[in-house]
């Protein structure tokens, strides 16, 4: 493997993950790739790290010289799963040569995979040959798809996301990953732009009942204010906040199934925040939910008796939404 020198991803990190009621050992890594083809997203930042004008062959050695600094800082016994992002999608074959997904498959085979891109990329004959190097028996998925469907609602993922594809898109994409012997995981954004804390409450609660027929895993991804976006472009003028961690808990109670959730960001004014006082206590409350699934840990949560619980029931008895025209 050629290795350049000098290259690193643009983030990894050790972790442990909840799968099958079991907790995983799990590293986590964000490769520097060629760039999100998309890249229009009214909340991403992500999509602005990327190697710009690079050949192929360049951005293979690049990404390669990333895999060897991986390799090297972790110890491939310290972990049992993987979690891949890039500045895109993964499965992107512009954004990320194929040589590097059989160097990847190989660098990881044995590992439980779990793969974010968008669902144009989801091919049965690009998972199948991906499964073939990774998979040496160890899981019955090898491979989980991950897709960031956001909301299962069209009009909002247009309006206030600008994501570009619709519902059925991931569906199909779904069953595409399905029938090549993938798992597949939805991410659902939580109060993307031009929502209500109740309307996006609504939102998220329709979404993960409209999800479970399609996806494995779901995890819930409260919205955060990220730099040089139009999301930020908003808040900065007063029209956005990012949720309140009590909403967070409200939908974790009430899920029907075993939702993830990660606040990033929480308790700051960037990210998913109550009013200060609590926010720590819950924050970590909901990682720990993540991890142990015990629906108690939330109820209990939500009884902490703090002032900005009547402030949250006023927001979503009062908050009313902005009309925006039809036409222009
Ligand atoms: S959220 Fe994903 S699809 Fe949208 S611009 Fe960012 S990287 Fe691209
Ligand atoms: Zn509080």
Not at 87 to 92: A, E, L, M
Not at 136 to 143: A, K, N, Y
Not at 305 to 308: A, E, H, S, Y
């Given at each position: 493997m050629i290795s350049y020198t000098g290259e690193k991803p643009l983030a990894s990190w050790r972790g442990q993950e909840r799968y099958e009621n079991d907790l995983l050992d799990c590293l986590t890594v964000i490769f520097k790739s060629?760039?999100?083809?998309?890249?229009?997203?009214?909340?991403?930042?992500?999509?602005?790290e990327r190697y710009s004008g690079l050949s192929c062959d360049t951005l293979l050695d690049r990404l390669r010289g990333q895999l060897a600094w991986i390799i090297d800082q972790y110890k491939s016994e310290d972990y049992r799963m993987i979690k891949i992002f890039t500045?895109?999608?993964?499965?992107?074959p512009d954004e990320v040569p194929p040589a590097f997904l059989t160097d990847i498959a190989a660098a990881f085979r044995g590992k439980l995979v779990i793969a974010e891109t968008r669902p144009?990329?989801?091919?049965r004959q690009t998972l199948e040959q991906f499964i073939g190097g990774i998979d040496?028996?160890?899981?019955?998925?090898?491979?989980y798809c991950a897709m960031g469907l956001e909301t299962s609602n069209d009009l909002i993922r247009e309006k206030s996301i600008n994501k570009g594809f619709r519902f059925a898109d991931f569906a199909d994409a779904a069953h595409r990953a399905h029938a090549a012997g993938a798992g597949v995981k939805a991410y659902l954004l939580f109060k993307p732009l031009f929502l209500t804390e109740g309307e996006a409450m609504a939102d998220m609660q329709t979404s993960i009942q409209d999800v479970s027929g399609h996806a494995d895993l779901i995890s819930m991804n409260p919205c955060t204010v990220q730099r040089n976006t139009e999301l930020e472009f908003y808040w900065k003028r007063g029209a956005y906040r990012p949720p309140y961690l009590w909403s967070i808990l409200k939908i974790l109670e009430n899920a029907p199934v075993h939702i993830t959730c990660d606040p990033l960001g929480g308790g700051q004014k960037r990210g998913p925040?109550?009013?200060?006082?609590?926010d720590y206590d819950i924050v970590k409350g909901v990682r720990d939910y993540s991890l142990n699934a015990d629906r108690d840990l939330i109820g209990a949560l939500l009884d902490i008796?703090?002032?900005?619980r009547k402030e949250w029931e006023y927001v979503l008895a009062e908050e009313r939404p902005y009309c925006m025209p039809l036409t222009r």
């Open positions: 060629g760039g999100c083809a998309w890249s229009a997203c009214r909340m991403c930042s992500y999509r602005h500045s895109g999608s993964f499965f992107d144009e990329y989801v091919t040496d028996g160890s899981w019955e998925i090898p491979l925040h109550n009013c200060g006082k609590c008796d703090c002032g900005c």
